[in-house]
């Protein structure tokens, strides 16, 4: 329950973002950018300058900042809260670090059900900084919806696995087909964090969530539906006890959206290697986000608009569209050309 202090802003009920998550009429094609700040925004980089990725996320004043940025030099549609998805990990405890140029690593990877067992459960308590960034955040963006952020399960398990990143996923999948109950532990308990820092997010005043699955893509759909889907399904079922919009976004995920979408979504992100038209076909009556090619900001800009145009006729198809690149935001993206393209979206057709 929202208290009266988190009570949502009137003017969300004429939120083109969250009209279009719901499948309902909009005003004007919805956009953001995911990553949209720190890949690229000067003004990120000068109050990154020094602070580690992990102090950055649980520091209420910074995160507030880097979240409102693209806000007020877009004019985006709805705002990403500033996160990364292993915070949850480090805030129950599990020694992890965000090493710059490589990513998460984690100094015990999980192995065995006494591994999973000694992860603690997410508890609202142990992250009072992202409630007390959230209602600030609220307070700041007034009409402009805020999207709650969370790993899902396999992404996050693979970091947990893996010790860090990795491209074959070959731990993970070790553990997948040869420790079932070990898998099934870990999937179980990441779910549940997930869920609750969700949950801790929309309690907070977040008016929809998105779920990261960046490398689901490296599964085929047999074992996706059977070892991973089930676990994503539980994160969005309890996000969508609360009453928000849930989008599932994950990688090179072309031969999964459907089953992404089954697990509970109300919008499935696609990535750019997806024609929006046929991904359209394939999640059903839901809507879709994306995705237009993150590289296309580096061509003419009547270029890059012709290609967004493409992309917003075909998302007149779905339940709903929301305009977004396929992936994050280039680090080396010039804002100006993001600026171009928010304006054009937002203005199209009209």
């Known amino acids: 329950m929202t208290s009266p202090e988190t009570s949502p802003d009137p003017r969300l009920a004429e939120s083109a973002f969250l009209k279009a998550a719901r499948g309902e009429p909009v005003p004007h094609t919805p956009v953001w950018f995911m990553r949209q700040a720190g890949r690229s925004l000067p003004e990120y980089l000068e109050v990154r300058s020094g602070v580690g990725m992990l102090e950055s996320c649980m520091d209420p004043a910074l995160v507030i900042e880097i979240t409102l940025q693209p806000v007020r030099r877009y004019g985006v549609d709805a705002a990403i809260f500033f996160s990364d998805i292993v915070l949850p990990l480090k805030a129950v405890g599990v020694d992890l670090d965000i090493k710059p140029g490589v990513g998460p690593v984690v100094a015990k990877p999980v192995r065995t059900l006494a591994d999973v067992d000694a992860i603690p459960d997410l508890t609202p308590d142990q992250v009072p900084f992202i409630t007390e960034a959230v209602e ?17 399960p396999f992404t996050v398990a693979s970091y947990l696995v893996e010790g860090g990143p990795s491209k074959e996923h070959a731990r993970t999948k070790a553990m997948m087909f040869g420790a079932p109950d070990v898998w099934d532990a870990l999937m179980r308990k990441i779910a549940g964090i997930s869920a609750a820092y969700l949950e801790v997010q929309v309690a907070a005043g977040a008016s929809a969530v998105q779920l990261f699955d960046s490398w689901a893509g490296a599964l085929t759909p047999r074992d996706y539906r059977d070892q991973v889907m089930p676990h994503s399904a539980a994160v ?115």
């Open 136 to 152: 600030g955040l609220v307070a700041e963006l007034g009409g402009t919806p805020l999207i709650g952020f969370a790993g899902a």
């Open 236 to 350: 969005l079922a309890r996000a969508g006890a609360l009453g928000v919009p849930r989008i599932h976004f994950g990688v090179g995920t072309a031969n999964l959206l459907g089953l992404m979408g089954e697990a509970g979504a109300d919008v499935v992100g696609v990535d750019w290697r997806t024609p929006l038209a046929e991904a359209i076909g394939k999640v059903g009556d839901r809507g879709v986000q994306g995705n237009l090619d993150p590289t296309l900001v580096f061509a003419p800009t009547d270029v890059m608009t012709a290609r967004a145009a493409e992309v917003i006729e075909a998302g007149r198809a779905a339940t709903g569209h929301i305009f977004n690149l396929g992936h994050g935001v280039i680090p080396t993206t010039d804002p100006d050309q993001l600026m171009r393209l928010t304006e054009f979206v937002q203005s199209y057709g009209s």
